[in-house]
């Protein structure tokens, strides 16, 4: 897998290098965030009969939704920075202040999620 991985990447940076990266990330992060939210159903069941756990579980989901909203937001600012590119559009930095910042943050969220959802797990065994 890690294989046929690095040789997509590599064609697709070499053929559609304006979008390829941005769009690899993006769905590199909405994958994750899928991945994540399906481990967090299968330890809430459990959580539910643990306060403290239970209290976990709902940070975690907050997170993991704020993760997702923070990479589609960002993407939108780049999406509109590299398909609006004007003076005025350009003046405004958004590939810059929306893209980067809000990439960051939504990577914030996301590793504090996966940190917590290991917590569940390991307090699920």
Request: glycine share 8%; charged share 10%; hydrophobic share 60%.
């Amino acid at each position: 897998k890690a294989f046929v991985h690095i040789v997509m990447l590599g064609t697709g940076v070499f053929m559609i290098p304006e979008l390829f990266c941005e769009l690899h990330l993006l769905i590199c992060v909405l994958m994750g965030v899928v991945r994540i939210s399906q481990r967090l159903k299968a330890v809430h069941a459990f959580a539910v009969f643990d306060p403290t756990l239970n209290q976990s579980y709902k940070t975690a989901r907050r997170r993991l939704a704020l993760a997702a909203l923070f990479g589609v937001a960002a993407f939108g600012f780049w999406l509109t920075d590299f398909l609006a590119c004007t003076p005025a559009v350009m003046g405004l930095h958004l590939h810059a202040f929306g893209w980067h910042l809000l990439t960051a943050a939504g990577l914030y969220f996301g590793s504090s999620c996966v940190v917590l959802a290991i917590d569940l797990r390991a307090a699920k065994t």
